[in-house]
Nanobody, 120 residues
Framework: QLQFVESGGDLVQPGGSLRLSCTPSGFTSDDYAIAWFRQAPGKEREGVACISDNSVGTWYHDAVKGRFTISRDNAMNTVTLQMNSLKPGDTALYFC?????????????WGRGTQVIVSS
């Protein structure tokens, strides 16, 4: 099954940091935008960050601007989400997927996600 594989989720205290990784399994995504999403219990899935195929363009949800940084290494076929100054409100299951661009709303090859819990 073609999907992304996410990793790096963990239990962390408020103010802490985590680094999530997203790697495609069985395919490459050099020519696609890659986005991170999250879904907290009882809430809708929301976009967190996105990076264009050439890393020139990035987009962030207002709630994470200044705290999260998305980057990609096409040679390593990996997209990373560096999350700093974590808050309890960041607790969620984090997914990645690819799309034609960060401006679109159609994404594919969703992974199973990696769990982030921010709690003292």
């Amino acid at each position: 099954q073609l999907q992304f594989v996410e990793s790096g989720g963990d239990l962390v205290q408020p103010g802490g940091s985590l680094r999530l990784s997203c790697t495609p399994s069985g395919f490459t995504s050099d020519d696609y935008a890659i986005a991170w999403f999250r879904q907290a219990p009882g809430k809708e899935r929301e976009g967190v960050a996105c990076i264009s195929d050439n890393s020139v363009g990035t987009w962030y949800h207002d709630a994470v601007k200044g705290r999260f940084t998305i980057s990609r290494d096409n040679a390593m076929n990996t997209v990373t989400l560096q999350m700093n100054s974590l808050k309890p409100g960041d607790t969620a299951l984090y997914f990645c997927a690819r799309g034609e661009s960060c401006l679109g709303d159609e994404y594919e090859y969703w992974g199973r996600g990696t769990q982030v819990i921010v709690s003292s």
